[in-house]
């Protein structure tokens, strides 16, 4: 249903609500054009003067107390379009005020300037609910308004301002800049209809303000007159008294003890101090270095623990002497035929484990040849991989060609070829265990090497030392003590890192290859 309204349709006067206000019961309205604006402009008038002087006994005791304190702030605004008490305006406060300067501000002792993100939110969700104190439209010359709101802060602690609607060419940048440097609060929030803006941790009222002021100028008159008296103290001093003061930590003061109880020391003395002082510093470097060959051992030992521990997990399957065999000719067509295959298998840091025998399983559903591309550099452990991969897959190794910086292996499924029932074997190792079996390996030999390197570096400054065979042997006691006390450790070590090396076999299968560098520091791609 659709109602039109009408040519000459006037909207509902606005006496007739002031009218039921008053008690009246019937409201007869008036047709005529100028008397009806006339009527609204009066009307306009009593409700601004109802809102202005809105009896205080209908208000609570803060709204009251709120009200008075924005009476003593300035004129308000009769433009407010909000509801409740209206605001100051702004734009009705002077624009300069003389002699006008930023606040005086002192930061307790202890405390942060700076508020944390917590307090900003919570000094955000106060403002949110208070009433606005002031409105403004103008962008700059706004020194009345921070004198108001420096009266202000002394009651509440954010001020909250309105920016006025329908003015042109408003800026609110502009407005906070200007009041943030006039007053020197923190801006907590701005945006095209709010400015808010927080006194600060270091604000002080006025009156206090003026009483530290004034106590810090008279501080400072002090100091400069001690100073003023200090300097002619010093004038007044004659100058025979200073030159027969004391030469204590004075080189004069040392060559005179040295002529009076000091003794020479001979060129000889002088090179044998040195010589001393030379093996005890090399003395010194040694123990040093057998304290890290002790904990390069320890470590060591850990390894080689972890990985007997890992490898007793892995039985690798034998040869299968019954195994299908296929002619020259076929050999050499697989090869070729393996060797331009673009899909292939990489075999990465992990060397063999069970993923890789059920990826191969998975390839032979759809052809018949599989190809591995390992990055394994020297080609008896390619070979040993290659073999372990026959065993373990069932397959028969075709070809292991050096493909460009890698090992191409190609593998024949066999004619009588059954995809097992379990893709996974379980002799072999997880996807997890496999990389902590190649990281174990990894630090076992980067270990040897260092204690290599350190027993060399040790046999070297021995030899500089000039010390001799015997002085070895009976170190040697105590290098046997060591290593057992070394053993000792390492075993209370070891049993921790069980603790925390374990592995869940379901849980392993998301490692990547590329994570192995985040448990070592040497890479040795010389490991199967």
């Not at 995809?419 to 390996?441: C, D, E, Q, S, W």
């Not at 090396?501 to 448990?519: K, Q, V």
């Amino acid at each position: 249903m659709m109602v039109y309204r009408g040519i000459d349709y006037q909207g509902p006067d606005s006496r007739k609500e002031l009218n039921e206000k008053k008690g009246d019961g019937f409201f007869v309205p008036d047709v005529s054009k100028r008397e009806d604006s006339t009527a609204t402009s009066t009307s306009e008038k009593s409700e601004v003067v109802v809102r202005e002087r809105e009896h205080p006994e209908n208000m609570s005791e803060a709204e009251a107390e709120y009200n008075a304190l924005l009476d003593g702030l300035g004129p308000r605004f009769f433009g407010w379009w909000g509801t409740g008490i209206l605001p100051v305006d702004a734009d009705l406060l002077p624009r300069t005020v003389p002699g006008y300067k930023t606040p005086f501000r002192l930061l307790p002792t202890g405390m942060r300037s700076r508020l944390t993100n917590a307090e900003m939110t919570n000094l955000r969700k106060l403002a949110k609910s208070l009433p606005c104190h002031f409105a403004v439209g103008r962008n700059r010359n706004h020194q009345g308004l921070a004198c108001a709101i420096l009266k202000l802060w002394e009651k509440s602690l954010v001020s909250k301002i309105a920016v006025k609607r329908g003015i042109q060419n408003t800026n609110n940048e502009l407005m906070a800049e200007e009041l943030k440097m006039l007053t020197g609060g923190t801006l907590l929030l701005r945006n095209k209809y709010f400015i808010v803006i927080y006194r600060g941790k270091d604000f002080v009222p006025t009156s206090v303000a003026a009483v530290l002021a004034e106590r810090e100028e008279l501080t400072k008159q002090v100091q400069d007159v001690e100073d003023k008296v200090r300097c002619r103290a010093v004038d007044a001093i004659p100058s025979g008294q200073g030159e027969a003061t004391a030469q204590a930590g004075t080189l004069a003061e040392f060559y005179e003890a040295q002529a009076r109880w000091g003794r020479e020391i001979s060129p000889d003395e002088r090179e044998k101090m040195m010589e001393e002082a030379a093996k005890a510093k090399t003395a010194k470097l040694v123990r040093q270095i057998e304290h890290k060959i002790f904990i390069a051992q320890t470590k060591k030992l850990r390894a080689e623990k972890l990985l007997a521990k890992i490898e007793a997990s892995m039985v690798p399957a034998g040869p299968d002497y019954d195994q299908e065999t296929i002619t020259d000719e076929e050999r050499v067509m697989f090869r070729k035929v393996g060797l331009r295959m673009k899909p292939y298998l990489p075999l990465g840091i992990r060397g063999v484990f069970d993923g890789v025998v059920e990826n191969m399983h998975l390839h032979w559903k759809h052809r018949e040849l599989v190809k591995l591309m390992t990055k394994q550099k020297t080609l008896a452990f390619v070979e040993d991989t290659a073999r372990l991969l026959e065993y373990e897959s069932g397959g028969i190794l075709v070809a292991i060609e050096k493909v460009s910086k890698e090992f191409a292996l190609i593998y024949y499924r066999g004619k009588n070829y059954k995809r097992p029932i379990t893709l996974r074997p379980r002799n072999l190792l997880t996807k997890g265990k496999a990389l902590k079996r190649h990281v174990a390996m990894q630090r076992h030999e980067a270990l040897s090497q260092h204690i290599t390197e350190l027993e060399k570096t040790i046999e070297q400054m021995k030899k500089e030392l000039g010390m001799t065979q015997d002085s070895d042997v009976e170190d040697g006691g105590s290098i046997e003590e060591d290593d057992h006390n070394q053993i000792d450790i390492s075993e209370l070590a070891l049993s921790e890192d069980e603790d925390s090396d374990g592995y869940d076999d379901e849980e392993d299968s998301d490692w990547d290859d590329g994570e192995a560098s985040e448990f070592s520091e040497f890479i040795n791609d010389e490991h199967p």
